[in-house]
């Protein structure tokens, strides 16, 4: 009898062992097979165009494509397209353009954006008609524009990921065959766009028959480190307006929604204000906003965030767009426990397609919260120390 179990342990961790090594194994060029051509615009593309071309497509982020010799890349990167016979250079990709951008710029002007002045003087037609190359870097994240050779492995992906970058650029034929990892510097015929969510749907796959990531799986989000106990809010006073400034000033793509306080007539409904141990009624996101046609703004740039998520995202065309796109319609408040395992935290973001889950406790009080660069931290920090066990 001892020597079945011994058997079966050796079994089980030999299983774990292969499991762990085809995982390690694993490199990029596994996970862009089925992903689709790059989304991309040109630098003379106008911000209505540009985030029309969000909308069509169901992504946050496009790049920008510029002739060669003409721009220099954000952060200094020089990101070609290039034919693949000849080697000719045919574009540059000289940032990214996010929902955030387009929304910061909207509500950049405090002048012209006073609430009177949002219906009567605000030239929105005007605003959306700039080329998008001029809002490029107005966020921290347009300027992070990066490749990871389709060489490099997923766990050297998930430590570039766990460093608060949110995408890469990935060649389809890279001329740097011998190298891995993150680059300034590429060139190639075509890319494909790799993300965040990308690499936990693979993991979530991977973990789902059995490996290696069982037993960190069931592992705690708290026991894990991966809970961020600062957690910024909005109240139910917060104007939409107000509410994309403070995001863009802090790089935060979404925040809950807490009561305002009965008791602090000087809270300022358009700042941020702690939020740990308030009650969170919704969330406000700037992946909300990619549903709105740019020509109904005017009407919920002056209304309330809180208003928002109730009214315009229960809209049925709005709530059909979010449901195809995978995103939670209403307000609904996408949650999780401080002893919620990982398993299941990856599950919720891969299924409910958030980037960020609000930790709360027994009484649904906020307690912190949990983004894809936490979840791909601990993971991947998890993995090596098993390994390395």
Known sequence: MQQTMEHSTAKHYSEADQSTQRLRDKKLGDLMVNKRRLVEVPYTASLAHTMNTLVANKVLAVPVAAPPGQW????????????????????????????????????????????????????????????????????????????????????????????????????????????????????????????????????????????????????????????????????????????????????????????????????????????RGRQAIGTFSATDLRGCHFATLQTWLPMSALDYTETVLANPLLAAFNNAAGSPTTRELVACRADSSLGEVIDKVVSKHVHRLWVVDQQGLLKGLISLTDIIRVLRL?????QNA
């Open 72 to 275: 220099i890349g954000a952060g200094g990167s020089m990101i070609m397209e290039a034919d693949k016979h000849t080697g000719t250079v045919r574009k540059h990709y000289i940032g990214l353009c996010t929902m955030l951008d387009l929304l910061a710029h909207i509500a950049g002007n405090e002048d012209q954006l006073m609430d009177e002045g949002v219906h009567d003087g605000f030239d929105l037609d005007q605003k959306m008609s700039v080329p998008v190359s001029s809002i490029i870097g107005h966020c921290l994240e347009g300027l992070s524009l990066w490749t990871l050779n389709p060489n490099t492995s997923i766990l050297d992906c998930m430590e570039v990921f766990s460093k608060g970058i949110h995408r890469a650029l990935v060649p389809v034929d890279s001329h740097l065959d011998n190298v891995s990892g993150v680059e300034l510097v590429e060139s190639a015929s075509s890319y494909r766009m790799l993300t965040q969510m990308d690499v936990l749907r693979f993991v979530k796959e991977h973990g789902s028959s059995g490996s290696e990531l069982d037993n960190i799986m069931s592992s705690t989000v708290s026991d894990l480190g991966a809970v961020t106990e600062r957690v910024f809010t909005i109240t139910d006073r917060t104007k939409v307006i107000d509410a994309i400034k403070c995001m863009r000033i802090a790089l935060l793509n979404a925040v809950p929604i807490v009561r305002s306080s009965d008791t602090d007539n000087e809270e300022d409904h358009k700042q941020l204000v702690n939020g």
């Open 382 to 386: 998890a993995i090596l120390s098993e």
